[in-house]
């Protein structure tokens, strides 16, 4: 007798099995149909976690570069002599999701004396990555110049890469 189970006789003699009585018994039927399901399930499970943290990341982007934008609308930047980094530091405090932020965070700040006179900025190079630093301008403008604030941040998820990208036109007050 192993583990408990008894060998199948006939008149006391131990036999075989039959193949076809392999296809009637249905043990572990449960766990097949599971291991069926179970890829796809958490496939989908983790692309819900994903896009939620995606759209998270961005609504948080959004939100930091807008208060960012607001300080250099008001001249809270130019008052202070703000560089870059500076602008830069103040929009990763209003986040919490976007990790590593002083360091990944591109800020690029162009000022124009209209809306129509800005020129698109492609953040990524010929490999598809965020290009450094250096590659961005930090124009604040004066007084009632037209100000546009565009931030871009780099971000790996479970299912993929993305660049995050925010932006946020405004007219600097009288300051």
Do not use: H
């Amino acid at each position: 007798m192993l583990g408990g189970l008894k060998p199948l006789t006939v008149d006391g003699a131990a036999t075989m099995r039959s193949p076809l009585s392999f296809r009637r018994n249905e043990d572990g039927a449960s766990l097949i149909e599971f291991s069926l399901v179970a890829l796809p399930l958490l496939l989908l499970l983790m692309g819900t976690i994903e896009a939620g943290f995606v759209y998270w990341g961005r609504k948080e982007l959004e939100s930091a570069t807008s208060a960012g934008a607001r300080l250099v609308r008001t001249g809270q930047a130019q008052a202070s002599g703000w560089t870059s980094s500076d602008l830069r530091t103040e929009i990763c405090k209003r986040t919490a999701l976007l990790y590593d932020c002083a360091s990944k965070l591109r800020v690029d700040v162009a000022s124009a004396a209209s809306f129509t006179a800005f020129a698109a900025v492609d953040p990524v190079d010929g490999n598809g990555t965020l290009k450094d630093d250096g590659s961005f301008a930090y124009a604040p403008g004066g007084r009632n110049d037209v100000v546009l604030v565009r931030t871009f941040y780099p971000w790996t998820g479970l299912l993929g890469s993305y660049v995050f990208r925010a932006a946020a036109p405004g007219r600097n007050e009288p300051f």
